[in-house]
């Protein structure tokens, strides 16, 4: 057993910079597939809608742990062998991408119907409505809740220590196995990850206040 | 009446019947409107009024019946002939719907640079043009949020005057507004009637009806329950819930 | 490359899937229970107590909500274990799942115990209730109904969470999966199904909820509005 020392505080905050890498590449990659998603689920095609939809419940509906399996054991049986960093990120992708969808379809319905009638009224084809009216009045509406899941996408990112990703949970599970002090490992290690996330609830927060001022 | 009623009319409503679900809401609405003619539609809530508006500007299908409002067969068709119909027809609302987002300037803009292509400079003219005719020239960049009702309201209709409509709808656009932000509108319309616009106007603004408008419609159930020329409808009204009305409306 | 499914396991392990599957629903609703009471006196704690006790119960939420359910799983497990007291995985894991859902609940219950106009509470109190019976029948149910949907799709959401807990070794679903594709070697079958079963899971729990609020919400049931 070894004593716990700054050494271990130093791995732990090394691992948590790959929580923060982990964490971006799930967002930007989550954001391109829900933006996709929520695109799709509004769409006129009926096929489109069913397939978003059908996505978007059987992931809302599965533990993030099984999402994580499937896509790594499912990858592995596709042939490919992936570096753990791409593995996790993939896997959050598909898991992030699917609630970003939702909560940004939400953000598209919830722009007032008159502003399609008015765009419509003036001529606007369906492309132009969404590019120039609608969609940079649901990015307003979206900031709020999109800063409050990025908290939600690093808590996430501690799951991947399932699938062997050394990541700041992983490096906690270590640290304790060497020294076998739970409480100050595991309190250090929520400690930095509530040093991640706290500040972006607060700023969802804050933000959701200022848009129902404004509003 | 209008000078030239050998003309063709330019609105044509014939027989128009519009259901929603099981509710005949309008039940075979016909009158014709002229070039250069103001109609005002009145009546109580619920006659039909704001839904015979919107199926004039295809926002609404219909059951039975036609439309043609300059040269377009408008009512049961899809989005393509709509599009089409935008560049004649202009739609006022009551809650003026601009776009929060964009300053005036590009409110107004937008469909000139999307829709008719016109380059950036013309539609910036184009905008300041129709901007100082509802006398806002000086709010070119201000944002809607930062602009009173009336003002609002008054950008609304610039919007649509600068797409150069044949005929402009206004659906109680001054509902919305305090009593006295309605003053200004009703300015502007009125200046846009003496330019000869043609303009069919859902309104509650009796007096404003009175002075201003051509042809009056009284809608009462869903049906045309008195039509003609305004003085006539005012001064003699024929049926007696024409009468309940003018007399509770003032 | 090709791989050819293989869903034969199932005849053997059926069992030992039904089990771990009995064990996720036992924890959830123990969870879900204790946990729904933990964040009601919680969100009660701060909409009325004492200004300090109000900042602790906020403090607890904060934590909780900003680090991941695997940490507090652990510190629960393995701190506890440190301390010398024996405590099975199951009992760890839904102490762990209680304390997590209470924080979300509370936050979940008072939005909805604010969100009830302040002259109903004026008029129960002007008839003569007390405090408790304020709260008791006037504000309790009507916020439940008012933020039913959220509290139910936090419900849900835990039982997904639950399988978090097979990391120390609670024998739940996923578990049970775990288990059987490290004997099988079928890992992507394994995993298939469990997703399958945790669908159903899904639908099972928010069909059960729906039939729960018809019955509580009887205004609801009889007029057919959710106002």
Same mark, same amino acid.
């Given at each position: 057993?070894?004593?716990?020392?700054?050494?271990?505080?130093?791995?732990?905050?090394?691992?948590?910079?790959?929580?923060?890498?982990?964490?971006?590449?799930?967002?930007?990659?989550?954001?391109?597939?829900?933006?996709?998603?929520?695109?799709?689920?509004?769409?006129?095609?009926?096929?489109?809608?069913?397939?978003?939809?059908?996505?978007?419940?059987?992931?809302?509906?599965?533990?993030?742990?099984?999402?994580?399996?499937?896509?790594?054991?499912?990858?592995?049986?596709?042939?490919?062998?992936?570096?753990?960093?791409?593995?996790?990120?993939?896997?959050?992708?598909?898991?992030?991408?699917?609630?970003?969808?939702?909560?940004?379809?939400?953000?598209?319905?919830?722009?007032?119907?008159?502003?399609?009638?008015?765009?419509?009224?003036?001529?606007?084809?369906?492309?132009?409505?969404?590019?120039?009216?609608?969609?940079?009045?649901?990015?307003?509406?979206?900031?709020?809740?999109?800063?409050?899941?990025?908290?939600?996408?690093?808590?996430?990112?501690?799951?991947?220590?399932?699938?062997?990703?050394?990541?700041?949970?992983?490096?906690?599970?270590?640290?304790?196995?060497?020294?076998?002090?739970?409480?100050?490992?595991?309190?250090?290690?929520?400690?930095?990850?509530?040093?991640?996330?706290?500040?972006?609830?607060?700023?969802?927060?804050?933000?959701?206040?200022?848009?129902?001022?404004?509003? | 009446?209008?000078?030239?009623?050998?003309?063709?009319?330019?609105?044509?409503?014939?027989?128009?019947?519009?259901?929603?679900?099981?509710?005949?809401?309008?039940?075979?609405?016909?009158?014709?409107?002229?070039?250069?003619?103001?109609?005002?539609?009145?009546?109580?809530?619920?006659?039909?009024?704001?839904?015979?508006?919107?199926?004039?500007?295809?926002?609404?299908?219909?059951?039975?019946?036609?439309?043609?409002?300059?040269?377009?067969?408008?009512?049961?068709?899809?989005?393509?002939?709509?599009?089409?119909?935008?560049?004649?027809?202009?739609?006022?609302?009551?809650?003026?719907?601009?776009?929060?987002?964009?300053?005036?300037?590009?409110?107004?803009?937008?469909?000139?640079?999307?829709?008719?292509?016109?380059?950036?400079?013309?539609?910036?003219?184009?905008?300041?043009?129709?901007?100082?005719?509802?006398?806002?020239?000086?709010?070119?960049?201000?944002?809607?949020?930062?602009?009173?009702?009336?003002?609002?309201?008054?950008?609304?209709?610039?919007?649509?005057?600068?797409?150069?409509?044949?005929?402009?709808?206004?659906?109680?656009?001054?509902?919305?507004?305090?009593?006295?932000?309605?003053?200004?509108?009703?300015?502007?319309?009125?200046?846009?009637?003496?330019?000869?616009?043609?303009?069919?106007?859902?309104?509650?603004?009796?007096?404003?009806?009175?002075?201003?408008?051509?042809?009056?419609?009284?809608?009462?159930?869903?049906?045309?329950?008195?039509?003609?020329?305004?003085?006539?409808?005012?001064?003699?009204?024929?049926?007696?819930?024409?009468?309940?009305?003018?007399?509770?409306?003032? | 490359?090709?791989?050819?499914?293989?869903?034969?396991?199932?005849?053997?392990?059926?069992?030992?899937?039904?089990?771990?599957?009995?064990?996720?629903?036992?924890?959830?609703?123990?969870?879900?229970?204790?946990?729904?009471?933990?964040?009601?006196?919680?969100?009660?704690?701060?909409?009325?107590?004492?200004?300090?006790?109000?900042?602790?119960?906020?403090?607890?939420?904060?934590?909780?909500?900003?680090?991941?359910?695997?940490?507090?799983?652990?510190?629960?497990?393995?701190?506890?274990?440190?301390?010398?007291?024996?405590?099975?995985?199951?009992?760890?894991?839904?102490?762990?799942?209680?304390?997590?859902?209470?924080?979300?609940?509370?936050?979940?219950? /008072?939005? *909805?115990?604010? $969100? +009830?106009?302040?002259?109903?509470?004026?008029?129960?109190?002007? =008839? %003569?209730?007390? &405090?408790?019976?304020?709260?008791?029948?006037?504000?309790?149910?009507?916020?439940?109904?008012?933020?039913?949907?959220?509290?139910?799709?936090?419900?849900?959401?835990?039982?997904?969470?639950?399988?978090?807990?097979?990391?120390?070794?609670?024998?739940?679903?996923?578990?049970?999966?775990?288990?059987?594709?490290?004997?099988?070697?079928?890992?992507?079958?394994?995993?298939?199904?469990?997703?399958?079963?945790?669908?159903?899971?899904?639908?099972?729990? /928010?069909? *059960?909820?729906? $039939? +729960?609020?018809?019955?509580?919400?009887?205004?609801?049931?009889? =007029? %057919?509005?959710? &106002?």
């Amino acid at each position: 057993m070894v004593q716990f020392n700054s050494v271990h505080v130093l791995y732990l905050l090394v691992a948590a910079k790959w929580t923060i890498a982990l964490s971006l590449i799930a967002f930007i990659g989550g954001a391109v597939l829900g933006l996709a998603l929520a695109l799709a689920r509004v769409s006129r095609f009926k096929i489109l809608r069913l397939a978003a939809t059908g996505y978007i419940q059987v992931i809302q509906g599965t533990p993030l742990l099984i999402v994580l399996f499937l896509s790594y054991f499912g990858l592995s049986i596709a042939g490919y062998q992936l570096d753990p960093l791409v593995a996790a990120g993939l896997s959050l992708t598909l898991f992030s991408g699917a609630f970003l969808g939702e909560i940004w379809r939400g953000c598209i319905e919830a722009v007032p119907r008159p502003q399609w009638e008015a765009s419509e009224c003036l001529g606007l084809g369906r492309l132009q409505q969404y590019f120039y009216v609608i969609l940079p009045q649901a990015m307003r509406i979206a900031i709020p809740p999109t800063v409050g899941f990025m908290a939600e996408v690093v808590k996430n990112t501690s799951l991947t220590s399932i699938i062997g990703f050394v990541e700041l949970a992983r490096a906690g599970q270590i640290i304790n196995n060497a020294t076998f002090q739970p409480f100050l490992v595991f309190a250090l290690v929520g400690a930095i990850y509530f040093a991640i996330c706290y500040p972006l609830s607060v700023a969802s927060r804050r933000l959701e206040r200022r848009f129902h001022v404004a509003r | 009446m209008s000078p030239d009623s050998a003309a063709k009319p330019l609105v044509r409503v014939s027989d128009v019947v519009k259901l929603f679900g099981a509710v005949k809401v309008l039940d075979r609405v016909s009158f014709t409107v002229d070039r250069g003619q103001m109609i005002a539609v009145i009546g109580r809530s619920g006659a039909g009024k704001t839904t015979l508006l919107r199926c004039i500007s295809g926002l609404e299908t219909i059951q039975g019946g036609e439309i043609e409002i300059c040269g377009h067969s408008v009512g049961t068709s899809g989005r393509h002939s709509r599009k089409a119909l935008c560049r004649d027809v202009g739609i006022v609302f009551q809650s003026y719907n601009l776009f929060p987002h964009l300053t005036v300037e590009r409110n107004i803009t937008l469909a000139l640079t999307l829709v008719q292509k016109k380059p950036r400079r013309e539609a910036c003219d184009i905008a300041a043009g129709v901007l100082s005719l509802v006398g806002l020239g000086d709010r070119l960049d201000a944002y809607p949020e930062q602009l009173s009702g009336g003002q609002q309201q008054r950008v609304a209709i610039a919007r649509s005057l600068a797409l150069s409509p044949q005929v402009m709808l206004f659906d109680e656009v001054t509902s919305a507004l305090d009593p006295e932000l309605t003053a200004e509108v009703l300015k502007v319309m009125e200046d846009l009637a003496e330019r000869g616009m043609t303009m069919i106007l859902v309104t509650h603004e009796m007096g404003f009806a009175r002075r201003v408008a051509d042809v009056v419609l009284f809608m009462h159930g869903g049906k045309v329950w008195e039509s003609g020329p305004t003085e006539e409808i005012f001064a003699d009204p024929r049926t007696s819930e024409l009468r309940q009305f003018i007399v509770s409306a003032l | 490359m090709s791989y050819q499914l293989d869903f034969s396991f199932l005849s053997k392990s059926w069992a030992a899937f039904v089990a771990g599957t009995w064990l996720t629903i036992q924890l959830t609703s123990v969870a879900i229970a204790l946990g729904f009471a933990l964040g009601t006196l919680c969100a009660l704690t701060r909409v009325y107590a004492h200004p300090l006790l109000r900042r602790l119960v906020a403090g607890y939420v904060e934590v909780i909500r900003n680090t991941p359910l695997l940490m507090q799983i652990f510190i629960v497990y393995f701190g506890i274990a440190s301390l010398g007291l024996k405590l099975s995985a199951d009992v760890s894991a839904v102490i762990a799942l209680v304390v997590n859902m209470g924080a979300y609940t509370t936050e979940i219950m /008072r939005a *909805g115990i604010e $969100a +009830i106009p302040k002259t109903q509470v004026e008029s129960a109190d002007v =008839l %003569g209730l007390s &405090r408790l019976q304020v709260i008791a029948h006037v504000m309790l149910l009507p916020a439940i109904e008012r933020v039913y949907p959220a509290l139910t799709g936090q419900f849900v959401l835990l039982m997904l969470a639950s399988s978090v807990t097979s990391q120390i070794s609670a024998e739940e679903l996923t578990a049970t999966a775990e288990r059987v594709q490290s004997q099988t070697y079928r890992s992507f079958e394994v995993y298939v199904v469990v997703a399958l079963v945790y669908l159903l899971l899904s639908l099972f729990f /928010r069909v *059960g909820f729906w $039939a +729960i609020g018809t019955v509580l919400f009887v205004r609801r049931r009889r =007029l %057919g509005t959710t &106002r």
